[in-house]
């Protein structure tokens, strides 16, 4: 079973930059797959943040300045890193694995809340 | 804003059907036959219901199913359960520049 855990820093103060990992069991992320970041604010909808894949990465066109998402297959995780923030940015994040033939996310993390407050 | 749009709620009685609605574009949803539906219910992760417009992932439910039509993808729930209760999400594969959006989310309430 595909399983996603993500952790980090539940606090960030604002114009810093908020740091997240995902440790993936039960599946090689080298195997295949897209593996991303989506967020969603408090009491608000979903918002997509991008993906990593063995040939690159793509992101929300709209905080694709600040982001960035990396990949360590040593350990079978991934990274978010996300710059200058703000209270905007205050969010549960979830990390999902996309499926690159259908952009739909079939597992998900749990979740973690980041408050970006000073 | 979201980029594509949801009725904010929907309510139905157990044992009715329901459908939600998620309006898009000619670049999104129109376009292509990747529309995915997120159950979510407080506090938890959301759950994928339907992809690729009409598909069920193993262990959902028949009660669920997509459809499209134009720009215009729905949800239909049939036999509505209390455990039903929850957000609904729609998503759409929406380009090479864009890539992903959801709609704005459908609370769906079980009178």
Same mark, same amino acid.
């Given at each position: 079973?595909?399983?996603?855990?993500?952790?980090?820093?539940?606090?960030?103060?604002?114009s810093?930059?908020l740091?997240?990992?995902?440790?993936?069991s039960?599946?090689?992320?080298?195997?295949?797959?897209y593996?991303?970041w989506?967020?969603?604010p408090?009491?608000?909808?979903?918002?997509?943040?991008?993906?990593?894949?063995?040939?690159?990465?793509?992101?929300?066109?709209?905080?694709k300045?600040?982001?960035?998402?990396?990949?360590?297959?040593?350990?079978?995780?991934?990274?978010?890193?996300?710059?200058?923030?703000?209270?905007?940015?205050?969010?549960?994040?979830?990390c999902?694995?996309?499926?690159s033939?259908g952009?739909?996310?079939?597992?998900w993390?749990?979740?973690?809340?980041?408050?970006?407050?000073? | 804003?979201?980029?594509?749009?949801?009725?904010?709620?929907?309510s139905?009685?157990? /044992?009715?059907?329901?459908?939600?609605?998620?309006?898009? *574009?000619s #670049?999104?949803v129109?376009?292509y036959?990747?529309?995915?539906? @997120?159950?979510?219910?407080?506090?938890?992760?959301?759950?994928?219901?339907i992809?690729?417009g009409?598909?069920r992932?193993?262990?959902v439910?028949?009660?669920?199913? /997509?459809?499209?039509?134009?720009?215009?993808?729905?949800? *239909?729930? #049939?036999?509505?359960?209390?455990?039903?209760?929850?957000?609904? @999400?729609?998503?759409?594969?929406?380009?090479?520049?864009?890539?992903?959006?959801f709609?704005?989310?459908?609370?769906?309430?079980?009178?």
């Amino acid at each position: 079973q595909v399983q996603l855990q993500e952790s980090g820093p539940g606090l960030v103060k604002p114009s810093e930059t908020l740091s997240l990992t995902c440790a993936v069991s039960g599946y090689s992320i080298s195997s295949g797959y897209y593996w991303g970041w989506i967020r969603q604010p408090p009491g608000k909808g979903l918002e997509w943040i991008g993906n990593i894949y063995h040939s690159g990465t793509f992101y929300n066109p709209s905080l694709k300045s600040r982001v960035t998402i990396s990949v360590d297959t040593s350990k079978n995780q991934f990274s978010l890193k996300l710059s200058s923030v703000t209270a905007a940015d205050t969010a549960v994040y979830y990390c999902a694995r996309l499926k690159s033939t259908g952009y739909y996310s079939d597992y998900w993390g749990q979740g973690t809340l980041v408050t970006v407050s000073s | 804003q979201s980029a594509l749009t949801q009725p904010a709620s929907v309510s139905g009685s157990p /044992g009715q059907s329901i459908t939600i609605s998620c309006t898009g *574009t000619s #670049s999104d949803v129109g376009s292509y036959n990747l529309v995915s539906w @997120y159950q979510q219910h407080p506090g938890k992760a959301p759950k994928l219901m339907i992809y690729e417009g009409t598909k069920r992932p193993s262990g959902v439910s028949n009660r669920f199913s /997509g459809s499209k039509s134009g720009n215009t993808a729905s949800l *239909t729930i #049939s036999g509505l359960q209390a455990e039903d209760e929850a957000n609904y @999400y729609c998503s759409s594969y929406a380009g090479s520049s864009t890539y992903v959006v959801f709609g704005g989310g459908t609370k769906l309430t079980v009178l």
